[in-house]
């Protein structure tokens, strides 16, 4: 019983379905892991062991009176920390949320709650979602499970590195530019970015709305498909959430690769990819061909402005939506000298806020502000619908795209904090999806020569998971690309 | 770029920049800024003003009276709170 956290998402749901252990069990099993691993990897802000094991004995009882809720009544699940829980605290890991409790469950949450998943709170990331390594986090860096040395990868770094270390099974991140696919990437594991409005925002701290979408981590892909058939579907509270076209789990199959059209770029201009990468992403398209793949390269040559549009619309948004955070309606409050209303407001935000969340304000503030706003926002607005009208006609040529998720495996902590612009570049290949509203997931694609995950990302058109979860899953049956996490080495 | 004019932009966003800060974030601004400006090398011409705009249909949900918080919860959470009411600073200047 001691070492179920090693076991994959598939056998804990099977597990726990024929009763060969209970959900009491597999949390114990996951807090020793954390009791042990925490210190190292920082994955969590806070883990109250009590009240885990408090819903896993209810679900027990459940499960023993043959009232099970679902057949995930049980599973644990750890939640980022910008996605609200109703009487917990909700930081964002910023300093100016430090004591914010939340009044209310987020849609994912009452959607998960209903079917009798456990929680473990609350995993780190970077302030507000800012950033692509953790740590940008006002409280701790988490480190990578497979080198702690190393950044995870972020915003949801905490997220995946709990998955990937052994401390959950499946957990919730939030994706913007890539902050679900990138850290997914970077820690050998599963990652989803859904269709922009497949999955209700409510109750998700706003960072760029036009953007932002809650996804699932899991260490196998059957988590993936799970978390989305249970957390997609119309939310009259988020009024961007749509009726599209059905998703469901039992038409996710894997599928012969034969006269699948695949979309694939030029590594022509990949200087800056890792020589790891870039060998992996070869051999996967040789790989694919061999399966019976037609594969098409694509022109991605508007996308060299990604990241540029990326940063003015996500700026701008996020300057408007931290505008709440003004010492008065939430968290940090610090009195300013003078006493004057308009002091108590700056002085709240210069203190609560971190220097890439000031960063990111100040930009989206001048994009927007008189005199810029034609060149920059206006400008950038009609970008992204030349990314989006470029990814429909790639789906009117082929099936499905094939990148990889991140351009290098995951690097040194300290090593890109210096240098914004380099960090932002972390995301160039994952942020374009985000402006399109298209979905992608970052499947597990083998290891480099230090043994560091590589990932590869699997892009549709909107509103095609149930072809992406498929591809994805057809992927995993490729040469090389198993990789055994840290949870299960020993 | 100038220190005159991020001071103003820190302004527009209420936001503080201390001198031993500002020559920093003078710097990065200005890099991010010259980064965010090749976007101008992009040709848009062929986007209307138009298709910027309504992507996709919002449709509001029924405006139908529900139970929402409880005072009892509303107490536990609020940081300061009295009678009734949660406190906060004098927010209308006399």
Same mark, same amino acid.
């Given at each position: 019983?001691?070492?179920?956290? &090693? ?15 209970? /959900? ?17 990897? #920082? ?13 896993? &004995? +209810? ?9 099970? *809720? ?19 605290? %909700? /930081? ?8 914010? =409790? ?10 998960? &709650? ?7 709170? =609350? ?8 950033? /692509? ?15 702690? %040395? ?28 890539? /902050? ?17 409005? =497949? ?52 038409? +996710?199959?894997? #599928? ?22 870039? &060998? ?9 061909? #061999? ?14 402005? $990604? ?26 409050? +610090? ?82 904090? #210096? ?13 374009? *999806? ?39 899953? $057809? ?16 | ?94």
């Amino acid at each position: 019983m001691k070492e179920l956290f &090693k076991l994959s998402y598939s056998k804990i749901k099977e597990g726990l379905g024929k009763g060969d252990f209970s /959900s009491v069990d597999l949390v114990n099993s996951y807090y020793d892991r954390i009791d042990e691993t925490q210190s190292k990897i #920082k994955a969590f802000l806070e883990t109250n062991r009590e009240k885990a094991t408090n819903q896993a &004995k +209810v679900s027990d009882e459940r499960r023993k009176s043959g009232k099970t *809720v679902s057949e995930f009544d049980g599973i644990p699940i750890a939640i980022k920390d910008n996605i609200c829980v109703s009487g917990e605290i %909700t /930081s964002c890991s910023s300093k100016i949320l430090e004591n914010f =409790r939340s009044p209310y469950d987020a849609t994912v949450i009452s959607r998960l &709650k209903d079917k009798g998943f456990i929680f473990l709170p =609350r995993t780190n990331m970077d302030e507000f979602a800012m950033g /692509s390594s953790t740590e940008n986090s006002a409280f701790q860096t988490t480190t990578n499970p497979f080198d702690t %040395t190393r950044i995870p990868g972020g915003s949801s770094g905490g997220s995946a590195a709990a998955v990937s270390a052994g401390m959950v099974p499946i957990a919730l991140g939030s994706d913007t530019g890539g /902050s679900i696919r990138q850290p997914a990437s970077l820690c050998g594991i599963w990652g989803l970015k859904p269709t922009y409005g =497949r999955i209700s925002r409510y109750g998700l701290v706003a960072y760029a709305s036009s953007l932002d979408q809650i996804g699932p981590f899991s260490n196998d892909i059957q988590g993936v498909v799970d978390l989305f058939s249970v957390l997609n579907g119309r939310d009259e509270r988020d009024q961007t959430t749509v009726i599209g076209k059905q998703f469901s789990s039992a038409n +996710v199959k894997q #599928k012969s690769w034969k006269g699948v059209k695949v979309g694939v770029m030029s590594t022509k201009n990949a200087s800056d990819w890792s020589p790891s990468v870039l &060998k992996k992403y070869e051999d996967m398209k040789k790989n694919l061909e #061999k399966e019976g793949a037609i594969l098409k390269e694509l022109d991605f040559s508007v996308f060299s402005y $990604s990241i540029p549009i990326y940063y003015l619309i996500a700026t701008a948004e996020c300057s408007s939506n931290l505008s709440r955070f003004d010492g008065i309606r939430y968290g940090l409050r +610090v009195e300013g000298s003078s006493g004057k209303l308009e002091d108590l407001y700056v002085e709240s935000r210069s203190k609560g806020f971190g220097d890439e969340v000031k960063r990111r304000i100040l930009l989206g503030t001048f994009s927007l502000s008189s005199g810029y706003y034609d060149a920059y926002y206006g400008k950038a607005q009609k970008a992204r619908v030349m990314i989006r009208k470029q990814y429909d006609s790639f789906f009117k040529e082929v099936d499905v795209i094939l990148q990889p998720t991140s351009p290098t495996t995951a690097f040194k902590i300290g090593e890109k904090t #210096k240098d914004p612009i380099q960090m932002y570049l972390a995301d160039v290949l994952t942020t374009s *999806v985000n402006l399109a509203g298209v979905p992608a997931i970052s499947c597990p694609a083998g290891v480099d020569e230090n043994g560091l995950p590589i990932g590869m990302q699997l892009t549709t058109s909107h509103f095609e998971e149930e072809s992406l979860l498929s591809f994805a899953s $057809s992927l995993a049956q490729l040469p090389d690309t198993t990789i055994t996490l840290p949870s299960q080495i020993q | 770029m100038d220190e005159k004019q991020l001071r103003a932009i820190a302004g527009l966003s209420k936001l503080n920049i201390n001198d031993n800060e500002i020559e920093g974030m003078l710097g990065d601004f200005s890099r991010i800024v010259k980064y965010v400006d090749e976007i101008k090398n992009l040709d848009t011409s062929s986007v209307g003003d138009d298709e910027i705009y309504g992507q996709t249909m919002q449709v509001l949900r029924k405006d139908i009276a529900e139970n929402a918080l409880r005072r009892e919860d509303l107490a536990k959470i609020a940081p300061s709170y009295e009678n009734g009411y949660v406190v906060v600073p004098q927010v209308i200047e006399t």
